[in-house]
């Protein structure tokens, strides 16, 4: 099941790529404004599309990447309270 507020992603090294090329499509298009003129800025929108959106949803979805699986929420409370715990450790079997 997926959270629909999540912005992880399958793993890290795909979510470090995201934000690779994020950030260097954000940075080309302002440093390619003096020598092409504003069709340097064609590149902003792909920045955020990998960014999904803005660079802050990129930070808390590696957050998200880096916390999936080691942290569990639960809401079992009638009130309404959920609580977060750590999920217990998986041992690799030789």
């Not at 003096?34 to 064609?42: D, K, M, S, W």
């Not at 902003?44 to 569990?72: D, H, K, Y």
Request: net charge positive; aromatic share 4%; proline share 5%.
């Amino acid at each position: 099941m997926t959270d629909r507020h999540s912005f992880a992603s399958a793993s890290l090294p795909r979510h470090l790529a995201r934000g690779a090329l994020g950030f260097g499509a954000l940075a080309g298009s302002l440093l390619l404004v003096p020598a092409v003129g504003p069709a340097g800025l064609l590149l902003a929108p792909l920045g955020l599309l990998a960014l999904r959106g803005c660079p802050m949803c990129w930070t808390v979805g590696l957050l998200q990447t880096i916390s999936n699986g080691r942290l569990r929420r639960s809401c079992a409370d009638a009130e309404g309270r959920c609580e977060l715990t750590l999920a217990a450790r998986h041992t690799r079997s030789q």
